[in-house]
């Protein structure tokens, strides 16, 4: 991922949107060997050694918008407002099965330390309010046989967190029975390996394809969106989806 280009979606005085590949970092990590690309030192970059400050972050293996502040200023109002749940996301995800057509996932969810990262976070910490708005848009059925069924069944699904916990939604869809395709923390191996196999998908199937937000300076109602990643739009196209590619 070393190679990869900066996508800026967005970018003014305060702030700057970027598309973020599937498989790189949002910011530097002593977990992975020196030198290993991420978003922030890419914008660091951009911007000739400015710093810069992230206001909320994707898991390595989501790809999508992600926004950063410019200066203190914008980073306070935006951090206030991602507190207060007033920043809107969107993902596209596919999932395991024939998800229901719509719902609320209102399941708390306690923090999961990172083992080495974070040794001594508080593993009896209580869990944490977290909500996900979800509605199907698209169902598909392979006729690749599945462990015991002739047949494997997957929905697209856009999907609305009004919290952000961590790992939220791929641990809501776990809960949901519905895993997303590709997580191999909380998805089923046998389907991720038949997306391997029979599409070359490597990567988790969850889009972060839009953030709607007020600018931290002016107030206006900005609203991003981040294209999908070619590989992801052939998907979609093979599986007769081509009118929810953003």
């Not at 498989?23 to 002593?30: F, I, K, R, V």
């Not at 994707?58 to 991602?82: C, E, M, P």
Request: net charge positive.
């Amino acid at each position: 991922m070393n190679n990869v280009p900066l996508s800026i979606l967005y970018e003014d005085d305060d702030l700057i949107a970027v598309n973020k590949p599937s498989g790189l970092l949002t910011h530097p990590s002593w977990l992975t060997k020196k030198g290993t690309a991420n978003i922030a030192s890419m914008i660091k970059d951009h911007l000739k050694g400015e710093k810069v400050h992230t206001v909320h972050r994707l898991d390595r293996a989501t790809s999508g918008v992600l926004l950063v502040a410019k200066n203190k200023q914008a980073a306070q109002q935006l951090s206030i407002d991602f507190s207060e749940h007033k920043v809107e996301k969107t993902y596209l995800c596919v999932v395991r099965g024939f998800a229901p057509e719509s719902g609320i996932i209102d399941k708390a969810l306690k923090y999961q330390p990172d083992k080495q990262a974070e040794a001594f976070a508080d593993k009896d910490a209580p869990a944490q309010e977290a909500v996900t708005h979800f509605e199907r848009l698209a169902c598909v059925e392979l006729p690749i046989a599945v462990g015991k069924w002739p047949c494997a069944r997957y929905s697209l699904v856009k999907a609305m967190p009004k919290t952000g916990r961590k790992h939220q939604l791929r641990r809501h869809f776990k809960h949901l029975l519905c895993p997303i395709v590709g997580d191999t923390n909380y998805g089923e191996g046998r389907h991720n390996k038949l997306f391997r196999d029979h599409f070359e998908s490597h990567r988790l199937l969850l889009m972060a394809v839009q953030i709607t937000f007020s600018h931290p300076a002016t107030g206006e109602t900005m609203c991003i969106k981040a294209p999908l990643e070619i590989k992801v739009e052939q998907l979609f196209e093979r599986f007769g989806w081509q009118s929810f590619i953003v």
